[in-house]
């Protein structure tokens, strides 16, 4: 059997997006317009005040009352002195504004974990402070070098 285009299928999967998918589902896309609407939302919020809205989330906008979230009250002062202007904007782009709130929400940072190095040492090293505990001077005062002296040599030579 010869092949040619005609009698081979190739299956290739295009990519679904996440709106897509999300469509798929009945109860999802039920939800996707409020999505929508918020997503475009926030586009114009961050239109309008560039600077402010890289930290600022979109809570709640229900009634003509604009819920903000912003991550440190610092910020908040300073959208507060913003509102108008905000407000102006959003009106002119067809939203609605009565009113907004503002919700100082700080999150948890993330987790820096620094990676312990393993410290090792040679085995020259080791033999060494096995000397230095057998030839110390076995007084009170040196009892307590001797004996940590032997416990570290006794954790690097195992049995």
Known sequence: MRFNSSNVSINRRNPVGATDFLRRDDKLAAMMPAIERMAA????????????????EILAF????????????????????????????????????NGV?????????????????????????VTAFDELGETLEDTPQNATLIAALKAMVARRRPG
Not at 75 to 88: C, F, N, R, S, V
Not at 101 to 125: D, G, H, W, Y
């Open 41 to 56: 939302l926030q586009k114009d919020c961050a239109t309008a005040l560039p600077a402010m809205f890289k930290y600022c």
């Open 62 to 97: 229900d009634d003509g009352q604009l819920t903000l979230s912003l991550p440190n009250a610092s910020l908040a002062a300073k959208l507060k002195q913003q509102i108008p202007k905000l407000q102006e904007t959003l009106a002119r782009r067809g939203w609605q504004v």
């Open 101 to 125: 709130k503002l919700r100082v929400q700080m999150t948890k940072p993330a987790e820096i974990k620094e990676q312990m190095r393993a410290l090792s040492l040679p085995e020259a090293a």
